[in-house]
């Protein structure tokens, strides 16, 4: 164990410095690179040990307004000094409603790593936007290909009419979940994969009002 650093903020500063988390997963919905919890624990594992730090997650569920969170905090203690203060990070993620072929603790779960994965995010300087750092052996001209627009009539009408229903932030959020910021940015090849994601939504939305409704009765 090379133990060269003396208190956590300068073992945090090397583990910064010298940690390479790769972007080893891959959406196949918007088609680009990104690195889950495990990898960015798997990466640190080496430089934890390297200089003398120990890294402890843990998360709890918590209510704010009405939706319940996933709160984890990533917590970089150091272990040739017990009295000194750890170095913490705080990341948090919502629990969906729904989300199809998942159990309820499904759901917690993938919620609490996708929060594990920002506390982290934090706690080592890790920048998590979708850029083209994993392809940057790729020609020019493919790297502009991903930014571009297609304006299909039909297919936008439709998109606008499901964010009104939905409501916006949650036709955002499926967008974002997805790699997109704007419905324009979906290519033809995708996007009555898009239509049937929304229309799936839009069906549970509808079931839930109807329940609610009976429910008044």
Avoid: W
Avoid at 44 to 50: D, R
Avoid at 56 to 70: A, F, M, N, T
Avoid at 100 to 108: E, F, H, R, S, V
Avoid at 158 to 176: H, P, Q, S
């Amino acid at each position: 164990m090379e133990n060269k650093k003396e208190n956590i903020y300068e073992k945090l500063l090397a583990i910064q410095c010298e940690l390479k988390a790769p972007k080893s997963q891959y959406n196949k919905f918007g088609k680009y690179n990104y690195r889950n919890c495990e990898d960015i624990l798997e990466a640190v594992k080496p430089f934890c040990l390297k200089y003398g730090a120990v890294l402890k997650i843990h998360d709890v569920v918590v209510l704010i307004g009405d939706r319940y969170y996933i709160k984890a905090k990533a917590v970089l203690r150091n272990i040739d000094s017990k009295e000194e203060l750890p170095v913490e990070s705080v990341g948090y993620a919502r629990e969906c409603l729904d989300k199809k072929g998942m159990d309820d603790a499904q759901l917690t779960g993938s919620c609490s790593s996708y929060a594990r994965k920002y506390a982290l995010n934090g706690l080592f300087c890790i920048d998590d936007t979708k850029d083209a750092d994993h392809d940057s052996n790729a020609k020019p001209e493919k790297l502009a290909e991903k930014k571009k627009t297609y304006l299909t009539p039909k297919f936008l009408k439709l998109m606008a009419g499901y964010k009104v229903e939905i409501g916006e932030e949650d036709y955002y959020k499926i967008l974002k979940t997805h790699g997109y910021d704007h419905a324009n940015e979906i290519a033809p090849a995708n996007q009555e994969g898009a239509l049937k994601v929304f229309a799936k939504k839009l069906e549970k939305i509808v079931e839930k009002r109807e329940h609610e409704e009976v429910s008044e009765k």
